[in-house]
């Protein structure tokens, strides 16, 4: 398994500031995922973050305003970037086994925007 | 439209009974499906994983079943305890690709 730890775990923000999130694992992994959770509904993929290249952004997610590093096998950060009141939502930082298949999660940044 | 639907929403049981969720999904090809347990304010936790030769898996008291026919999957919790509030997803996975459900929020009272 993998432990994965998310810094910080809650925020309040203010309008237009950027807020940037922390993913650190113990164990070296080649893919690390970040997840938007917005209450009451299901978890989406924002884009997958590989060590030494760009991150790789789904449908509806920008570079702009999700910008991603990578900077090693086991860290990686996202950034919310002018954040508005519609970003308030839990962000997940994740990783796969790469053996059985199964997904480990950070415990989430819970971000509120007023 | 969600490939991946749960019901109900939510329900509320009390201790000691047990209770089913149910999972269907449209997503194709499937590869497998997983159960995650989530608490609040903490990140998923797995419970099953199925694929698709697999019809049944139980981790403790968590039962998940799986007809890979008809798309379906149901995940069976017994003897409810306190500890099983929370909310729990619904993943189908298919290339590599993930589809997550909206999940279905279990609340068991004493």
């Known amino acids: 398994s993998a432990v994965i730890s998310q810094k910080p775990s809650r925020d309040i923000c203010q309008r237009g500031t950027s807020l940037t999130i922390q993913c650190q694992v113990d164990?070296?992994?080649?893919?690390m995922f970040w997840y938007r959770q917005q209450p009451g509904q299901s978890l989406t993929l924002i884009a997958t973050?590989?060590?030494?290249?760009?991150?790789?952004?789904e449908s509806g997610f920008v570079i702009d305003k999700f910008p991603i590093s990578r900077p090693n096998l086991t860290f990686s950060t996202l950034t919310v970037s002018n954040m508005s009141p519609e970003d308030s939502s839990i962000y997940l930082c994740?990783?796969?086994?790469?053996?059985?298949?199964?997904?480990?999660f950070g415990e989430g940044s819970r971000l509120t925007v007023l | 439209k969600n490939q991946v639907e749960q019901s109900p929403q939510s329900l509320i049981i009390l201790e000691g009974k047990n209770c089913t969720l149910q999972?269907?999904?449209?997503?194709?090809?499937?590869?497998?499906l997983r159960w995650y347990k989530q608490d609040t304010g903490r990140g998923p936790v797995s419970l099953t994983i199925?694929?698709?030769?697999?019809n049944t898996k139980s981790n403790g008291r968590y039962t998940a079943t799986l007809d890979a026919d008809t798309k379906q999957s149901s995940l069976h919790i017994t003897a409810s305890q306190l500890s099983d509030s929370a909310s729990y997803i619904c993943?189908?996975?298919?290339?590599?690709?993930?589809?997550f459900g909206a999940g279905t929020t279990v609340t068991v009272r004493a």
């Open positions: 994740s990783v796969d086994s790469g053996v059985t298949g199964e997904l480990f």
């Open positions: 973050a590989n060590q030494g290249s760009e991150a790789t952004y």
């Open positions: 164990s070296q992994v080649t893919m």
């Open positions: 999972c269907n999904y449209t997503v194709s090809p499937f590869s497998n």
């Open positions: 993943v189908v996975s298919a290339r590599y690709k993930l589809s």
């Open positions: 199925m694929t698709f030769s697999e």
